[in-house]
């Protein structure tokens, strides 16, 4: 299976939204709404940010929101903090009863 | 509150077979609504799913791993494991378990542990 495509890297200042993709195929991304988003931050665990696409787990700000397009998720982090800076990964259910994760990108707030 | 924690060697030697165990604490291991998973993070680079397994044993692998991998559960002691067979250089990562919500582990995984690294070398 083929990890989703997401960009390396993307970088926003304070108070600013930033949006990160997440591409994939009719297999995964475009077929199932099973999309979830993890953030982690160097040394430490990945974190649960959203799940189901757009769903927000309990204790997750809502400036973190999810969303779909045909074969491509987003996440759109608003009002940009210094805390967000960190490694995003998005990762999909997919037709083969697998999951599959994106290659991970860094965020950089400037 | 839920808790994760992987425990084995940190170090093994190319060929041999890694072995982890993740205890689960603060919550039982028996429910349908959950499967239990392990991902992998090699140094420097991204998350890498191994594969999940129910409380009744009901497993799903990573193809690329499939033939090296079997993930076990004990429900007896609320744990769960790996067995990554025939290691090389390339299995040298940091070894997550988490919790993954969801039929089938469709959901996202909200509870991890924090993370063992293992070292292949001689």
């Known amino acids: 299976q083929s990890a989703l495509t997401q960009p390396a890297s993307v970088s926003g200042s304070p108070g600013q939204s930033i949006t990160i993709s997440c591409s994939g195929t009719?297999?995964?991304?475009?077929?199932?709404?099973?999309v979830s988003w993890y953030q982690q931050h160097p040394g430490k665990a990945p974190k649960l940010m959203i799940c189901?696409?757009?769903n927000r787990p309990s204790g997750v700000s809502n400036r973190f929101s999810g969303s779909k397009s045909g074969n491509t998720a987003s996440l759109t982090i608003s009002g940009l903090q210094a805390e967000d800076e960190a490694d995003y990964y998005c990762s999909s259910y997919t037709s083969s009863t697998t999951l599959v994760f994106g290659g991970g990108t860094k965020l950089t707030v400037l | 509150q839920l808790q994760l924690q992987e425990s084995g060697p940190g170090l093994v030697k190319p060929s041999e077979t890694l072995s982890l165990t993740c205890t689960v604490s603060g919550g039982s291991i028996s429910s349908s609504s959950y499967y239990w998973g392990w991902i992998r993070q090699p140094p420097g680079k991204g998350l890498e799913w191994i594969g999940s397994?129910?409380?009744?044993?009901?497993?799903y692998y990573n193809p690329s791993l499939k033939s090296r991998v079997t993930i076990s559960v004990d429900t007896s002691k609320n744990q769960f494991s790996l067995k990554l067979s025939s290691v090389t250089a390339a299995d040298t990562a940091v070894y997550y378990c988490?919790?993954?919500?969801?039929?089938?582990?469709?959901?996202?995984?909200?509870?991890w542990g924090q993370g063992t690294l293992v070292t292949v070398s001689s």
């Open positions: 988490a919790r993954q919500g969801g039929v089938g582990a469709t959901g996202g995984s909200d509870y």
């Open positions: 397994i129910s409380y009744t044993g009901s497993t």
């Open positions: 009719s297999s995964d991304v475009g077929r199932y709404n099973y």
């Open positions: 189901d696409v757009s």
